[in-house]
């Protein structure tokens, strides 16, 4: 079971319009959530079903567990689309590489030539 908290001496248990503060009122729905309603089991009962609840402590970890298995699943396959997107794009940077490469060399063909064309216009 948790530990119930009480407020602190700072918080009081009425504000201003006589209603329950916050704090308080939390308190109070903890206390209630773990005795139980008004009709709740009396001490012989609550001490005669103490281990009514016995292998919930396993029972919750195998339910993690699953939720674990279950969200693995779909992470699994985003990272092999991610995978691939991957190995796509870098298909497509080796292919603008190779364009670039050749740009490159189109422009030096190009600028031997103006070179060719201004040492053609100089000549007499």
Known sequence: MGKLFLPSNAHKLLDENGNITRAWRAFFEDLFVRVGSYDSYSLTEAEASE????????????LYRTRDDM???PLAEQVQAFESTLIGMREELAALQAEISNAVSRLDE???IQVELDGLKSAP
Request: charged share 35%.
């Open 71 to 73: 969200s693995i699943a």
């Open 110 to 112: 190009l600028a031997q």
């Open 51 to 62: 281990f009514d609840d016995a292998g919930i402590e396993e029972i919750k970890g195998d």
